[in-house]
């Protein structure tokens, strides 16, 4: 953990699209998986939030995909994850249907020519997700499910907007008390990094490889070494490496969720 503060979720409904539109500019930004994110509650779901303009953090989340687990203590302990995207394999290309032309480049690579075409495709071929310590639903799932529902689109400057809404009686169970919701709870997001041979550097070995227990993140303030445009998210002029490619990165964040009975 980066930092002892709590965050307080923020009481909005969200329409789980892949837009931001809800969201506005997201508060807080974690520096080692290059994730803006926010949270927010509403009555019945917990939604959260995560924007990325940098080539090197959407190459792995589109391709290695990211780990988001939820957990509370106590008593009353709850704990559950989500894997979405889900990471791709040789073998869900030749099934998806993807155009190899239209593959995201190589690092060092020359850019995709059809960036909407690609976008598109991945969208339309990454459908389902694997969801585990739910009440209800668990296995692998669509991603359109009523209890827990997620969505990736890109807006118009090329960030990469992941929402995702968890019902609460999926996280909490049936019956859940107004204890267990001003509960605080932690969020730990692990964004996958690509393998060796992947990235084409085989023989590249680092000791941050396995994983980073998270990055400082700041709030309301622009992250170092990443450029924003006039809404203070990432535009993604960051030069992708391999070290950075093949790094596994992550982060956790605890929060407790909005109370609900004066909305």
């Known amino acids: 953990m980066a930092q002892s503060d709590v965050a307080n979720a923020k009481f909005m409904p969200v329409a789980v699209d892949g837009k931001n539109s809800e969201w506005g500019s997201?508060?807080?930004?974690?520096?080692?998986?290059?994730?803006?994110?926010?949270?927010?509650?509403?009555?019945?779901n917990i939604y959260l939030c995560f924007i990325t303009g940098t080539q090197t953090a959407q190459m792995k989340l589109m391709r290695a995909g990211m780990k988001i687990m939820l957990n509370?203590?106590?008593?009353?302990?709850?704990?559950?994850?989500v894997i979405f995207p889900l990471p791709q394999t040789r073998q869900l290309l030749q099934d998806s249907g993807i155009d190899k032309n239209n593959l995201p480049p190589a690092p060092g690579g020359q850019p995709v020519l059809n960036k909407e075409s690609f976008r598109q495709n991945y969208i339309a071929h990454h459908?389902?997700?694997?969801?585990?310590?739910?009440?209800?639903?668990?296995?692998?799932?669509?991603?359109?499910?009523?209890?827990?529902?997620?969505?990736?689109s890109w807006d118009s400057v090329s960030n990469m907007v992941y929402e995702i809404a968890i019902a609460k009686n999926?996280?909490?169970?049936?019956?859940y008390s107004a204890k267990d919701l001003s509960a605080g709870i932690t969020l730990s997001v692990e964004l996958n990094g690509l393998s060796h041979a992947a990235t084409g550097d085989a023989k590249y070995s680092t000791s941050h490889a396995d994983g980073m227990e998270g990055g400082a993140r700041h709030e309301g303030v622009p992250p170092p070494g990443v450029g924003f445009n006039v809404d203070k998210r990432p535009t993604g002029n960051d030069n992708m490496n391999n070290a950075l490619l093949n790094q596994k990165?992550?982060?956790?964040?605890?929060?407790?969720l909005a109370d609900?009975?004066?909305h």
């Open 72 to 81: 509370t203590k106590g008593k009353s302990k709850h704990e559950a994850s």
């Open 127 to 152: 459908t389902t997700m694997q969801v585990n310590g739910f009440a209800i639903t668990n296995g692998e799932i669509s991603i359109n499910n009523a209890g827990i529902h997620a969505a990736i």
């Open 26 to 44: 997201l508060n807080f930004y974690d520096d080692q998986t290059q994730l803006n994110f926010a949270i927010a509650n509403d009555a019945d």
């Open 170 to 175: 999926e996280f909490y169970g049936a019956g």
């Open 249 to 256: 990165t992550s982060f956790k964040q605890k929060f407790v």
């Open 260 to 262: 609900c009975s004066n």
